[in-house]
């Protein structure tokens, strides 16, 4: 191809160079003919005009045959003023001919005159001939000298250049796996500096991969040692296949597999599932833009392990770069977050129970109440005689006990353990319900004012949090007013535009939901007020705070999309608020009935009583007696089991949870059922947790009723107990 690209212009040169060395060979030959065939005339001119003047037509016969035979001439005409004429030859006047006119004279002592005219046509081709001639040896002469050019040009190429080429093609054609042993090494006869150049170049390449390797080597060293104690796994999953492409041991650890059976597992029915179980990985991806635009997600995942337990994953998606399409193969990096939201809750709890601890003073106080009304309308019934009296004295009481009942239910479901799962709620209905538990932290010198908004829009946050924010947010405006002062609770629609609020670069402006906590206390210095948020910091005396309760109600402003902002300042009190997003939902409710039921629907019924608490069980069996039951009662589960050994028939089994002695309330209820079956249980418990019926299901005939209730709710329990459930 290099000899190709060289000979055809070479070629192309001297076809040129020819052509026109061809051309002007031929002009000039034709010169040279006209100039000789003029110098011949020229000569006889003078001797054929005497020759015509004296008629000798021989001579001039024998002239122009001469002229013939000359070679160059092919025909010739004499002709005089008489009209004689001598011709030989043939006038063809063609293409390749031309025609020369010489006058004939003749002088005397009288002058010269004009007698007659001599016309030769003369033939080109011999010049043409000569010029061919020419051509010919030219491009002989030409082709040999290009062809011999040809193969010195090529010779030099491959020696100097195709071959040290090739030489290097072929060692970067090896592909090294190590790029140290990689050099090329040019012989003394291939040497040049433009060679030397391209080399030294390759050998530049090679050092800069060189050193490119060493680079991520170390950079994929100083990864994995991050990820090993990061604890993160690494996985790719191939959409088209549902399958995993790859993934790490660590990775398989989190799932409780191994490597191999992790890659012939289905991403979609084996391995993924997010934590609310509602969604698949695709429809996820689908759904959120930023993945569409190429860009990474954040989700997370939940892991059924083999043992039952159940693993929370907090997993990165983002597309695989060696992929055209973001959908062709996705990475994954993911973290095992299970001991993290453990310890979250965890901290949760026990931020609870300090602020349960904070309200003992309030509860003991509030609940002595409660009992000093009961107690004395109890002393008052016993000594009284008046029977509207009497009844006045029991609705004061009854009044009291469902006072403490809600007190302690709202108390208990505050400190219970539950999982934190974000739910819609309305702030202010929660506030207007958290009221007695609210002003039970408060000290009586504190005046307690909570203006909550009518219409409050809805936020989607975790309501155990929210409580305990706001809790934690009152118990510090309490200890800040030792002396007493005012405390202004206070729920609000906000809309912010963009810059408004502080952090507002980070959240934008928006629809939120601000809960206002503001105190007339201490306040804080400006040093104070920027540290405040910091977890375990704060400026009580030791014992009396863990500096958590700020840095638990930013985190959980945090956590919810929102934010919190403190105003505060030494002397004149704090304000603490805390932005919650609205969200567009609606929240529906639904009433439960609570219609009367007919006062003889358990009369003649055979009841079991199973209640440790003496006096409640007597309580129990006065009450169900005057419902027309029939009863029977057991302080523990040997003696119900030995009672209804000898009774005909029970048809209902009203039972505590939590029993004394070794076998509970459920026990109980299984071995009854067993004898009597189709058996109606109602269980009851004081406790607020659900745990005290861990690995109990509750059948078609049991029911939960929480202590204290009604006369009434106890009949609608056992009640709704027999009757059967569609």
């Known amino acids: 191809m290099a000899a190709a690209s060289i000979a055809l212009p070479m070629l192309l040169v001297l076809s040129i160079a020819c052509v026109a060395i061809g051309f002007v060979t031929y002009e000039l030959e034709n010169a040279r003919l006209e100039r000789r065939v003029q110098n011949t005339v020229a000569d006889d001119l003078h001797q054929i005009g005497t020759s015509l003047w004296q008629l000798d037509t021989n001579f001039l016969q024998s002239k122009l045959d001469a002229y013939i035979e000359f070679g160059h001439i092919t025909g010739g005409i004499i002709v005089d003023k008489t009209g004689t004429v001598v011709q030989a030859g043939t006038l063809s006047e063609g293409e390749h001919t031309f025609s020369l006119t010489r006058a004939l004279v003749h002088s005397d002592s009288s002058g010269t005159i004009e007698i007659g005219q001599m016309t030769l046509e003369v033939d080109r081709n011999q010049a043409w001939t000569i010029a061919k001639s020419w051509i010919l040896i030219l491009i002989l002469i030409a082709t040999a000298t290009a062809l011999f050019s040809i193969f010195l040009i090529h010779r030099l190429l491959t020696i100097v250049v195709l071959l040290p080429i090739n030489k290097i093609v072929d060692k970067l054609s090896q592909r090294p796996k190590d790029w140290t042993e990689f050099y090329i090494d040019l012989s003394e006869t291939f040497r040049s500096q433009e060679l030397e150049e391209l080399v030294g170049s390759i050998h530049d390449m090679r050092d800069n ?307 206002s906590i503001s105190d007339s206390g201490e306040g804080m210095s400006q040093e104070v007020s920027e540290r405040a948020v910091e977890p375990f910091f704060t400026t009580k005396a030791v014992g009396q705070g863990t500096g958590l309760g700020l840095s638990m109600a930013y985190g959980f402003a945090k956590q919810s999309g929102g934010h919190l902002t403190i105003n505060s300042e030494l002397g004149r009190g704090t304000s603490i608020k805390l932005y919650l997003p609205r969200e567009r939902a609606v929240l529906e409710e639904t009433p439960v009935p609570a219609n009367a039921v007919p006062s003889d629907s358990l009369r003649s019924k055979h009841v079991l009583v199973l209640e440790d608490d003496e006096a409640l069980r007597l309580t129990l069996t006065t009450q169900l007696r005057s419902l027309g039951c029939m009863v029977s009662s057991a302080s523990d589960a040997g003696s119900a089991i030995h009672i209804a050994g000898k009774l005909p028939q029970i048809d209902l089994l009203l039972c505590d949870v939590v029993l004394s002695g070794s076998a509970t309330g459920p026990i109980a209820a299984e071995e009854l059922g067993c004898m009597f079956p189709g058996l109606t249980v109602v269980f009851m418990t004081g406790y607020a947790e659900e745990s005290v019926l861990a690995g109990v299901e509750l059948g078609k005939k049991m029911t939960l009723l929480r202590k204290p209730f009604s006369v009434e709710n106890l009949k609608r329990a056992l009640v709704n107990g027999m009757t059967p459930q569609s």
Not at 319 to 332: E, G, M, Q, R, W
């Open 209 to 515: 991969i060189l050193s490119w390797q060493g680079e991520s080597a170390h950079s994929q060293r100083r990864l994995a040692k991050a990820a090993h104690l990061a604890r993160l796994g690494y996985a790719t999953v191939s959409k088209k296949h549902n399958r995993l492409l790859e993934c790490d041991e660590r990775y398989a650890e989190m799932h409780g597999r191994g490597v191999i059976e992790m890659l012939n597992l289905s991403v979609e029915s084996d391995i993924f599932e997010d934590a609310s179980g509602q969604h698949r990985m695709q429809d996820l991806f689908l759904a959120d833009g930023a993945f569409l635009r190429g860009e990474g997600i954040v989700a997370t995942k939940r892991v059924n392990m083999r043992d039952g337990g159940i693993r929370y994953l907090k997993v990165l998606f983002f597309p695989n770069d060696a992929t055209d399409s973001c959908f062709d193969a996705v990475d994954i990096v993911a973290e095992d977050i299970t001991d993290y939201n453990d310890m979250k809750r965890k901290l949760a709890q026990s931020q609870k129970m300090e602020a349960v601890g904070k309200l003992t003073g309030g509860v003991a106080h509030d609940f002595n109440n409660i009992l000093a009304i009961i107690s004395g309308n109890l002393e008052l019934l016993r000594d009284g005689t008046n029977k509207d009296s009497l009844i006045g004295y029991l609705n004061i009481a009854t009044s009291a006990v469902e006072r403490g009942a809600r007190f302690t239910q709202r108390l208990l479901a505050f400190a219970r353990r539950q999982n934190l799962t974000p739910t819609y709620l309305n702030v202010s209905k929660l506030i207007n319900e958290a009221k007695d538990l609210i002003k039970t932290a408060v000290k009586p010198n504190i005046n307690l004012i909570i203006r909550t908004e009518v219409d409050c829009w809805i936020v989607k946050v975790d309501r155990t949090q929210l409580e305990a924010s706001i809790l934690n947010l009152v118990i510090n405006a309490r200890d800040s007013m030792r002396d007493g002062g005012e405390l202004i609770i206070e729920v609000q629609n906000t809309v912010y535009e963009e810059g408004q609020v502080a952090d507002s670069n980070r959240h934008g402006g928006g629809e939120y939901v601000c809960v």
